[in-house]
């Protein structure tokens, strides 16, 4: 059984930062890569960015040079630290991730919501 717990979530002004984080926790679970996602009310899940076993990452075009996707192997975290937020950055983050023999397993979500 793998748990996952979000944090980092909450209101910035634009300009601002913010970093996520995503801690996996359960009996030989070790953190290969993940996936971030966001969704806006009443609109599709986006893909943000993902980092893969190799340390290879990748961003949606919207996000590219502001964000970054990290992971703590020893800490089986996945992090998100953007930068630079916008208002329409504002959605709900999901965390998507995967270990050696199993996953993917999803996130609960956490709020961000960049105003002024």
């Known amino acids: 059984q793998v748990e996952l717990a979000e944090s980092g979530g909450g209101l910035v002004q634009p300009g601002g930062s913010l970093r996520l984080s995503c801690a996996a926790s359960?009996?030989?679970?070790?953190?290969?890569?993940g996936n971030w996602y966001r969704q806006e009310p009443g609109k599709q899940r986006e893909w943000v960015a993902s980092i893969t076993s190799a340390d290879s990452t990748t961003y949606a075009g919207s996000v590219k040079g502001r964000f970054t996707i990290s992971r703590d192997n020893a800490k089986n975290t996945l992090c998100l630290q953007m930068n630079s937020l916008k208002p329409e950055d504002t959605a709900v983050y999901f965390c998507?991730?995967?270990?050696?023999?199993?996953?993917?397993?999803w996130g609960q979500g956490t709020q961000v919501t960049v105003s002024s």
């Open positions: 359960g009996s030989r679970f070790s953190l290969k890569g």
């Open positions: 998507h991730l995967w270990g050696d023999f199993s996953g993917p397993y």
